[in-house]
């Protein structure tokens, strides 16, 4: 079966700061669409992508800020022009069939962008509107989705004076308005109370159930792991793993990871460390530390600390991590995703 | 082209003008109404200004009006919408090539010069008469003469909202709006400026002027102004220019 979503070769590289609807990028200040001369570094936002993310996919994009997630999902939703390489929403190549493509896609993008002169009931009778629904299914769904998202009691009141969560809400609604066969959700959680966010995991499983394509972008680990069939992990632009959440756990050599720190650093004692019993992997880390994979945790503890002391270097931290996707990504990195 | 989902986005831009239409009225038509008070009521009355004057402001008045209106209605909700919050943002995303988005601010803004430029007449008459001496002999020339200054204005929105900045559109206004309407030729006709030969040759970059002179030459016939064909093809031309020029600055803005 067609992809629904496939890119290849796709790279991006922004001549200057990317703008704010690229990624979150609150450390560059926009300036009023001049270019200054000093502004024409050139940032690789992405080399090289290649996704093919079945129809009916919870797809998840998993990495850092500033991995080149939401810049991936700009071009896949018409928002961003790439600089090489094609996307496609099923037969449609992005770019080039930009109306027939928008047809297929509902984006909630990183930060709330509700149009703040309408109440929360008009942004999605004119959003569906746009999308040529009848008057009758505009408020039928309206007020399905109001009532969803548990809005109808401020449905009809200026979005403008929305809390952050409601806003994120609002988007949400507004993205699933036209039905849209593939919805792209752009760290979807980011500012949601713990209550809202198992009400936007439900929808999202529940929409995805519908047989609908999704494709989310996130840093969250826990959300990653809860919600997505496939996973494709990003840095710097590329892909650096993909997989189901649980074939790519099973890749992490041992699985368990011993965070050490020791007082100093010692060649002979991370000679030592790998030769235990279970060991696959000892990566020095900074400080005089090391990282640890091995296939059991807390039962190496002993042996390391004897380890240690028999070579007079003092343990002075552990942490033990059980086979995650956070240690997928520092396993395949070296930072840790909340880096 | 999506003809459904074009409406659907001018249904939506009607919805928020009515919604401030109040504010939209008094800041149309507080200024130019003024205007004519003082000077073609005040300064005439009193004898400062003569009585024929009243008939040479008016078409400069609804110039004004209308480029003021067309300008703003295009351009401010372009700045704020394109800033942080990308407001627009569902509305790039609507099923429809991106230029009709553009295209359908300037048709939104091309409706409000309009209304405003058909508002000006009666409401200056109400002020100015008796005296105001209006001669419409060509209601065909009034007609195309008012749609090109209307789109000008629009498409004059579109280049600048999608070029300024929201902390500079003071400076838009005082250095851009305030110049165009002094040397527009909206108070007095282009021929009072033959005693500065160079200063008449250098408003002609202004698009206002063509405005002003346009209507002067629609509505007042009487007076002397710029010779018609000029000023067509100087209105056609700065309207296609301005389209073009809008266009792209909002593909820019639009796209990263």
Same mark, same amino acid.
């Given at each position: 079966m ?5 890119t290849?070769?796709l790279?991006?590289i922004y001549?200057s700061?990317?703008?704010a609807?690229?990624?979150r ?6 300036s ?20 093919d ?10 990495g850092?800020?500033?991995a ?10 018409t ?6 390489g094609?996307?496609?929403i ?11 493509a928008?047809?297929q896609?509902g ?26 629904l ?18 109808t ?9 929305f809390s ?11 993205a699933?308005?036209h ?5 792209f ?6 500012g ?11 929808i999202?499983?529940e929409?995805?159930?519908?047989g609908?394509?999704?494709?989310l ?8 792991d809860a919600l997505?069939?496939?996973l494709?992990i ?30 100093h ?13 279970g060991?696959?992997?000892v ?9 640890l994979y ?10 390391i ?12 931290d552990?942490?033990?991590?059980e ?6 990504f520092l ?9 | 082209?999506?003809?459904?989902a074009f409406?659907?986005?001018l249904?939506?831009?009607a ?6 239409l ?13 205007f004519?008070?003082i000077?073609?009521?005040v ?6 200004m ?12 609804m110039?004004?009006s209308m ?11 372009l ?22 988005v ?7 803004g091309l ?10 007449i ?17 209601? =065909?020339?009034?007609v195309? %003469?008012t &749609? $090109? @200054?209307? !789109? ?6 579109? +280049?600048?909202g999608?070029s300024?900045s929201q ?6 206004f ?7 309407i002094?040397?527009g030729c ?7 400026l033959?005693k500065f030969?160079?200063l008449?040759?250098?408003v002609?970059?202004?698009p206002?002027v063509y405005?002003s ?8 016939p ?9 000023i067509?093809?100087? =209105?056609?031309?700065?309207? %296609?220019? &301005? $389209? @073009?020029? !809008?266009?792209?600055?909002f593909?820019?803005? +639009?796209?990263?």
């Amino acid at each position: 079966m067609d992809s629904a979503i496939r890119t290849r070769e796709l790279r991006k590289i922004y001549n200057s700061a990317p703008p704010a609807a690229a990624g979150r990028t609150g450390l560059f200040s926009q300036s009023g669409g001049k270019k200054t001369k000093d502004q024409k570094q050139q940032i690789i936002a992405l080399d090289g992508i290649d996704l093919d993310v079945a129809p009916g996919q919870i797809f998840g994009l998993l990495g850092p800020n500033g991995a080149g997630k939401s810049t991936t999902v700009g071009i896949l939703t018409t928002r961003v022009r790439p600089t090489s390489g094609t996307a496609w929403i099923g037969p449609h190549d992005v770019w080039r069939e930009q109306t027939a493509a928008k047809l297929q896609i509902g984006v909630v993008a990183q930060r709330p962008n509700l149009d703040f002169s309408l109440t929360a009931r008009e942004i999605l009778l004119f959003h569906g509107a746009y999308f040529g629904l009848s008057s009758h299914e505009r408020m039928q769904r309206a007020n399905l989705l109001l009532d969803r998202f548990k809005l109808t009691d401020r449905a009809d009141q200026l979005v403008r004076g929305f809390s952050g969560g409601m806003m994120q809400r609002m988007s949400i609604a507004r993205a699933m308005m036209h039905d849209p066969q593939v919805l792209f959700l752009d760290e979807p959680s980011v500012g949601l109370d713990p209550q809202t966010r198992l009400l936007l995991w439900e929808i999202i499983r529940e929409y995805n159930q519908k047989g609908r394509t999704i494709l989310l972008t996130t840093h969250n680990m826990e959300e990653a792991d809860a919600l997505c069939e496939e996973l494709a992990i990003i840095d710097h632009g590329r892909i650096i793993a993909s997989g189901t959440p649980g074939t790519l756990k099973a890749s992490i050599p041992g699985g368990y990871l011993l965070r050490l720190r020791f007082g100093h650093h010692s060649q002979p004692l991370h000679d030592r460390l790998a030769t235990l019993s279970g060991v696959t992997e000892v990566r020095p880390a900074g400080n005089g530390g090391a990282d640890l994979y091995a296939s059991r945790g807390g039962s190496l503890i002993a042996e390391i600390a004897n380890a240690a002391a028999a070579l007079g270097v003092e343990l002075s931290d552990v942490h033990i991590s059980e086979p995650s996707l956070e240690n997928l990504f520092l396993h395949h990195t070296g930072r840790s995703l909340r880096e | 082209m999506n003809w459904k989902a074009f409406l659907a986005l001018l249904a939506r831009d009607a919805h928020v003008a009515r919604r401030n239409l109040a504010p939209l009225i008094l800041q149309t038509f507080l200024q130019p109404l003024l205007f004519v008070f003082i000077f073609g009521r005040v300064m005439v009355g009193s004898g400062y200004m003569p009585a024929t004057y009243k008939s040479l402001l008016l078409p400069g008045i609804m110039a004004i009006s209308m480029v003021f209106t067309g300008v703003w209605a295009v351009a401010m909700p372009l700045i704020s919408e394109f800033q942080f919050t990308r407001e627009i943002e569902d509305r790039l995303l609507a099923p429809i090539d991106l230029p009709w988005v553009a295209i359908e601010k300037v048709v939104a803004g091309l409706i409000q010069a309009l209304v405003a430029g058909l508002m000006v007449i009666p409401l200056a008459w109400l002020i100015l008469r008796p005296g105001l001496e209006l001669h419409i002999n060509n209601p =065909l020339l009034l007609v195309v %003469i008012t &749609l $090109l @200054v209307a !789109g000008f204005s629009a498409c004059g929105g579109l +280049a600048l909202g999608c070029s300024v900045s929201q902390q500079h559109i003071g400076l838009m206004f005082s250095m851009v709006m305030t110049p165009m309407i002094f040397f527009g030729c909206t108070y007095y006709p282009w021929s009072a400026l033959s005693k500065f030969p160079i200063l008449a040759k250098i408003v002609l970059i202004n698009p206002l002027v063509y405005a002003s002179e346009g209507l002067r030459a629609a509505l007042v016939p009487q007076f002397p102004h710029l010779w018609l064909p000029m000023i067509l093809v100087a =209105l056609t031309a700065f309207d %296609i220019l &301005l $389209l @073009v020029l !809008g266009l792209r600055q909002f593909r820019a803005k +639009a796209v990263s």
